[in-house]
């Protein structure tokens, strides 16, 4: 039986892809969570702006339906396009509530880090914005220039078809132009570097974050539990399971 029960909500319309499936196969077998889209968006990140109320009616409906004992809100542009929504979703829930931004940081934190390089398929209009989230959580936050101007669907899913290899390269890359920074945090599944966490643990000597072991780690922190995964490439996170900074 499941020690805890979690609700992982998309903000996008798909429940199932292969960052998710390099996810699930990382938690340790007394997790039981379940990817559930809400389907926000069709064309752009962009148009999340204003789904406040249609991201409230579906989470809360989930909720009471599935009787999860904690939830995630996946993604980050949600968040910081709505400004004040997830403090107002939690005032009405029963149960704890984190998002991919606040998880990302306190992980981040909870390995010491203050000075961190962010790497997202998102533009740099998005990437400002989490940046000045990220900012106002006590964070020093690197994020490269792109040469990206808009958030589109093909956009964002053109990250999909990186190789783990290529995905390697783009971190090291970065990191080799901003080698002052004592973590890494990857913001935004589809950017997947699940097969490549403790490679880039290993060669850049920080430790690496990704946003949806991140809120596991941190919904599960919150509600009391410690459950550290055994599955190869984890990634020190879930491998360490630190405590979460006060």
Known sequence: ?????LGFLSANSRGHGAHYDDFLRLLPEEADVQIVPLGLWQ?????????????????????????????ALMGAPMQVQN????????????????TALESGAAAVKAFGASRILLLTPFDDGLN??????????????????????????????????????????????????????DAVYFQGAPLNPLHVLERLETDLGVPVVASNPAMFWNITSLLGHRLPSSAEGCGALLREWPQRAS
Not at 83 to 92: A, D, F, I, K
Not at 151 to 158: K, P
């Open 43 to 71: 064309n752009s990140l962009y148009d999340l702006e204003g789904k406040a109320r249609e991201h409230t009616e579906r989470t809360t409906s989930l909720v009471a339906e599935h009787g999860w004992d904690g939830i």
């Open 1 to 5: 039986m499941a020690t805890v029960r």
């Open 128 to 181: 400002a914005m989490l940046r000045d989230f990220l900012t106002a959580q006590g964070l020093d936050v690197v994020v490269p220039q792109t040469d990206r101007t808009d958030t589109s669907r093909e956009d964002v899913t053109s990250t999909e078809q990186k190789s783990a290899d290529e995905v390697y390269q783009l971190a090291a890359d970065a990191f080799a132009k901003s080698p002052d920074v």
């Open 83 to 98: 400004p004040g929504h997830v403090e107002n979703l939690r005032s009405l829930l029963s149960i704890p509530a984190t």
